[in-house]
């Protein structure tokens, strides 16, 4: 099994501040890398597909990178609508999902 | 617009069953993958099972393996998971998910509904 995890588990940050998150794959995912947004008492949104595509409806603050194991999500101006937590998931073999980042505002 | 509709979830005892059932709506269900996701209290995601959009193949987590059962009926543009020898650790909310294209290795899940809370105690 292909495990993940992610770096901060959270993160206190101001509005208009350049926030990262990194995640790791335990072996090589290609570019088979998700992040998704969860609001408490929300169902998960899809942010970012395939490593760096931007979801349809999703602000293009959120940009992603990253190749075989080591990936990140980056918020270019943190606004106080990404109160949030993301995950990562990886969908090369089956599926996993990171253990999430909790992102707080200041 | 998509729509997904969980429902089913409630309390049971361990070792009982419970049938989760996904109303879906606004798009070509038979033209998806879909999987079961779930979240227990206050933690992470976990992929559960996954079923093409044929319904001709499955996939189950090893946590559930030979417990449960997924499965869609798509003229009715429903999915199913019939849950089996249930444990305390099987309480979460259980999200119907739809993939991006057909065959089960359409792991990118783009439409989620709801969540429907299943609870074992």
């Known amino acids: 099994d292909i495990q993940m995890t992610q770096s901060p588990s959270t993160l206190s940050a101001s509005v208009g501040d350049r926030v990262t998150i990194t995640c790791r794959a335990s072996?090589?995912?290609?570019?088979?890398l998700a992040w998704y947004q969860q609001k408490p008492g929300k169902a998960p949104k899809l942010l970012i597909y395939?490593?760096?595509g931007l979801q349809s409806g999703a602000p293009s603050r959120f940009s992603g990178s990253g190749s075989g194991t080591e990936f990140t999500l980056t918020i270019s101006s943190l606004q106080p609508d990404d109160s949030a937590t993301y995950y990562c998931q990886q969908y090369h073999i089956l599926t996993t999902f990171g253990p999430g980042t909790k992102v707080h505002i200041k | 617009e998509v729509q997904l509709v969980e429902s089913g979830g409630g309390l049971v005892h361990p070792g009982g069953s419970l049938r989760l059932s996904c109303a879906t709506s606004?798009?070509?269900?038979?033209?998806?993958?879909f999987s079961w996701v779930r979240q227990a209290p206050g933690t992470g995601l976990e992929w559960v099972s996954i079923?093409?959009?044929?319904?001709?193949?499955?996939w189950h987590a090893d946590s559930v393996k030979g417990r449960f059962t997924i499965s869609r009926d798509n003229p009715e543009s429903t999915l199913y998971l019939q849950m089996n020898t249930l444990r305390a650790e099987d309480t979460a909310v259980y999200y119907c998910?739809?993939?991006?294209?057909?065959?089960?290795?359409?792991?990118?899940?783009?439409?989620w509904g709801q969540g429907t809370l299943v609870t074992v105690s």
């Open positions: 395939r490593t760096s």
């Open positions: 998910v739809k993939s991006d294209c057909s065959t089960t290795g359409c792991r990118l899940f783009v439409s």
């Open positions: 072996q090589d995912i290609s570019e088979w």
């Open positions: 079923i093409s959009g044929s319904g001709d193949e499955t």
């Open positions: 606004g798009f070509t269900f038979s033209s998806h993958a």
